[in-house]
């Protein structure tokens, strides 16, 4: 692979083009209303401050760990996604290119996307403290109920019609928290064998 693009450099690129597109998008949702301005500003500038503020306390590592830079530029990318997508929403809609409604749409796709990486994410951290093998089981079985719940989730806004969406997706929530609740529980009282 090329040197000059490496992964990190990839990364690096998508952050600043996602910067451009928001501060694009958000451009336009100011000019078309400005009432709003405070909001357009503050999804504006969050992903350069993060960037900023990530470069200038130190917390972004060296070269030399690899692995922690691509896990932060991963993070500002996800992160970066998320903003600007809601940016572009709410440019269309300002502009009257789609409905209002795709922006609570989007604002509980993105939340069930959220939900997905973090329970993917979830059985690979094991806290200290913990029995091992108890902690790994409940991890597990968070991170696959939140994978789960993102699912269907994600499907629910995508498919259902505005009118029922909100009832069923509370719905999902619903069960996934008793049943995380009674396997948790159930979990627990095994003695923590997975």
Do not use: H
Not at 11 to 32: E, M, P, S, Y
Not at 128 to 136: D, E, Q, S
Not at 171 to 179: D, E, L, R
């Amino acid at each position: 692979m090329n040197a000059q693009l490496d992964p990190i450099t990839l990364r690096k690129i998508a952050l600043q083009v996602l910067i451009l597109l928001g501060l694009l998008f958000g451009g336009i949702a100011w000019n078309q209303k400005p009432d709003a301005a405070l909001l357009w500003l503050t999804g504006m500038l969050t992903l350069p401050a993060a960037w900023a503020l990530v470069a200038i306390t130190g917390a972004l590592p060296g070269p030399e760990k690899p692995g922690a830079r691509r896990t932060i530029y991963n993070s500002l990318v996800g992160a970066g996604l998320l903003l600007s997508g809601a940016l572009v929403v709410a440019a269309a809609v300002t502009l009257e290119a789609i409905d209002q409604a795709w922006s609570t749409r989007f604002g509980m796709i993105a939340s069930a996307l959220v939900l997905i990486v973090i329970g993917n994410g979830l059985p690979k951290k094991i806290e200290p403290g913990c029995a091992r093998t108890r902690a790994l089981a409940i991890q597990r079985l968070l991170g696959w109920t939140f994978v789960v719940t993102g699912l269907a989730t994600l499907v629910v806004w995508l498919t259902v019609p505005m009118a029922y969406a909100k009832t069923t997706s509370l719905s999902v929530y619903a069960i996934a928290v008793v049943f995380a609740v009674f396997a948790a529980i159930r979990i627990r009282s095994r003695g923590g064998t997975a």
